[in-house]
């Protein structure tokens, strides 16, 4: 597989070695000529291990309309700098149709496909238990009968940023009688099975 951004970008969990991480614990669930759809892709970089089992990738985060700059002290701190660069990356997939990236809030792009479009989402977006739930939510209006819905940062820690993804997968789990399939390293996965 070739992969085409810096191995390390910023931050440990924003590396290839960690990408390679959460791939190996999903890969399975992703299945082949897929429509998959990567929501939360930040600097980039996920997506080199997600697009080899698709045949259509979406690649959605608000960049730029959530705001220009990260926040972060590093040197690669803006959000318009990193969704240029995902576009030159994914140029010659765009132009074959493989791939889209959309500068878009999660809920909205998620409620702009038809019903059962994709295959599996992954989802990395803003970990707060409300906007997660509302997430899953629309996930389970486009994600087909047998895909998944896959994620990062799921925390049972309280007092971790990252606690309302694991309330939130929670509940959508035990409410619609799902079971997690995933739970490994941050990475969690259920089936969507009615």
């Not at 991480?21 to 980039?44: F, H, M, S, W």
């Given at each position: 597989m070739e992969y085409r951004f810096p191995k390390y970008k910023d931050a440990s969990w924003n590396s290839y070695n960690r990408h390679m991480e959460r791939y190996q614990t999903i890969k399975n669930?992703?299945?082949?000529?897929?429509?998959?759809?990567?929501?939360?892709?930040?600097?980039?970089?996920?997506?080199?291990?997600?697009?080899?089992h698709c045949k259509q990738l979406y690649l959605v985060d608000p960049w730029h309309r959530l705001k220009p700059y990260w926040g972060a002290a590093t040197p690669e701190n803006s959000s318009v700098g990193a969704f240029n660069n995902i576009l030159q990356v994914y140029a010659d997939e765009i132009e074959r149709g493989r791939v889209q990236v959309v500068a878009e809030f999660a809920v909205p792009f998620l409620l702009s496909l038809p019903d059962a479009h994709l295959d599996w989402v992954y989802l990395d977006a803003s970990h707060l238990y409300e906007d997660t739930v509302a997430e899953l939510r629309a996930s389970l209006r486009v994600?087909?009968?047998?895909?998944?819905?896959?994620?990062?940062?799921?925390?049972?820690?309280?007092?971790?940023?990252?606690?309302?993804?694991?309330?939130?997968?929670?509940?959508?789990?035990?409410?619609?009688?799902?079971?997690?399939?995933?739970?490994?390293?941050?990475?969690?996965?259920?089936?969507?099975?009615?």
């Amino acid at each position: 597989m070739e992969y085409r951004f810096p191995k390390y970008k910023d931050a440990s969990w924003n590396s290839y070695n960690r990408h390679m991480e959460r791939y190996q614990t999903i890969k399975n669930l992703l299945g082949e000529n897929a429509i998959g759809a990567e929501i939360g892709v930040y600097k980039g970089g996920f997506g080199e291990f997600l697009r080899q089992h698709c045949k259509q990738l979406y690649l959605v985060d608000p960049w730029h309309r959530l705001k220009p700059y990260w926040g972060a002290a590093t040197p690669e701190n803006s959000s318009v700098g990193a969704f240029n660069n995902i576009l030159q990356v994914y140029a010659d997939e765009i132009e074959r149709g493989r791939v889209q990236v959309v500068a878009e809030f999660a809920v909205p792009f998620l409620l702009s496909l038809p019903d059962a479009h994709l295959d599996w989402v992954y989802l990395d977006a803003s970990h707060l238990y409300e906007d997660t739930v509302a997430e899953l939510r629309a996930s389970l209006r486009v994600v087909r009968r047998g895909g998944y819905i896959i994620g990062d940062d799921y925390d049972p820690d309280p007092s971790s940023k990252q606690h309302g993804v694991f309330l939130a997968v929670n509940e959508i789990v035990k409410d619609n009688g799902f079971v997690l399939c995933v739970n490994t390293g941050r990475q969690w996965a259920f089936q969507v099975t009615r």
